[in-house]
């Protein structure tokens, strides 16, 4: 009984010890890598939400950081996180739909453009188009729908699911090379490029997982040990008008460089506004002397970012955007600690 109890206090001394440190260590990562001050360190400290974008390299990409401090169990929030339900109960979200075994079309109901982007996409020329859409998809909205018909909306609708169910079964099978290259600008912009340069961006990331990243990059060639895999579509307001995406949400338990961490990746496999690439990761670091630290780093390469017209609307974007993550960051807690 005696052996019992020594075990158990050096064991529960371990796990205090490793969860200060990890306090030490982010508290250097949140100094150094994203700037915060001792007052923004503070607040995490106390539960209370930090939102901060972080610089990024290039002008067409944005980097939303994130964090707090939860007392909670790092998988009360993986649970959290993999229920979709507890997404639509966020204010931004308009729909959302998980897809099934395989994907079918009918999960896919509900996936609609509004009136005035149907308007838009009669218009849609290759590098002159008001969504995003590779060359042979625009192209088959020209050919494919009868514009003086009854109802063109229908049309449009149906053929847009068409288009994202056959996107998702091909990179299911393929992976990045059935992503599209968008045409829409001037410049043609491979999507599957993108990820690898988010990824390499390590500095934002509060630690360095190369199994995760390789299973990012080359899905469905590899495997992920002690993880979970689901596809989605949303249908999220972000301020400017209604945007559709179609993402892939990975959850694992993995070893990063500190120890033990629970990571969870949103990759983006489409979008018909705004991302034209899109990443966000949440690592649950354990702290000390329990609960753990949500850290959320949110990555993207957006259309419309540059120029003096750009720099305007990154202003207001990133305004909203450390505004909404603060608010999730802050219903996070609170569900999971009440």
């Known amino acids: 009984m005696k ?64 964090a707090i401090s939860i007392n909670a169990q790092p998988d009360d929030y993986v649970r959290f996180a993999t229920n979709l339900q507890n997404l639509k109960s966020l204010p931004s979200y308009l729909a959302l739909h998980s897809f099934s075994t395989p994907p079918a079309l009918s999960d896919l109901s509900g996936f609609d453009m509004d ?3 149907v308007a838009d996409l009669k218009n849609c020329e290759p590098t002159d188009c008001d969504m995003q859409l590779p060359a042979e998809n625009i192209e088959k909205f020209r050919s494919r729908i009868n514009w003086s018909g009854d109802d063109p909306g229908a049309q449009v609708n149906h053929l847009a699911k068409e288009m994202v169910l056959e996107t998702l079964l091909k990179y299911q099978r393929l992976g990045d090379s059935a992503l599209a290259t968008y045409v829409d600008k001037d410049v043609p912009f491979p999507a ?21 990243d ?12 002690d993880s979970s895999t689901i596809f989605y579509w949303e249908k999220i307001n972000f301020g400017l008008r209604p945007t ?67 720099r305007l609307i990154r202003k207001s974007a990133s305004d909203r955007a450390q ?16």
């Open 244 to 310: 559709l995406r179609v993402n892939q949400e990975v959850a694992a338990h993995l070893v990063g460089n500190y120890g033990p961490v629970d990571v969870i990746a949103i990759k983006q496999l489409y979008a018909n506004h705004y991302f034209q690439t899109a990443l966000d990761l949440f690592f649950c670091i354990p702290r000390a002397p329990r609960g753990f630290y949500l850290i959320v780093i949110k990555e993207s390469e957006q259309d419309g970012l540059t120029g003096f017209k750009g």
């Open 214 to 225: 390789s299973y990012l990059l080359n899905y469905p060639k590899g495997s992920l040990p």
């Open 192 to 212: 599957s490029q993108q990820f690898r340069s988010l990824l390499a961006y390590s500095k934002v990331l509060p630690d360095r997982i190369p199994s995760l």
């Open 323 to 338: 505004s909404a993550l603060g608010k999730y960051l802050a219903k996070v807690k609170k569900d999971l600690e009440g």
């Open 115 to 117: 009136a005035d982007e």
């Open 3 to 66: 052996i019992f109890v020594f075990f158990m206090l050096a064991s529960t001394f371990v796990v205090a010890e490793s969860g200060s440190q990890s306090s030490e260590r982010l508290s250097t990562f949140f100094k150094q890598n994203i700037g915060l001050n001792d007052s923004e360190i503070g607040s995490i400290e106390k539960g209370e939400p930090v939102a901060k974008i972080v610089e990024s390299p290039k002008a067409s990409q944005m980097f939303l950081f994130g």
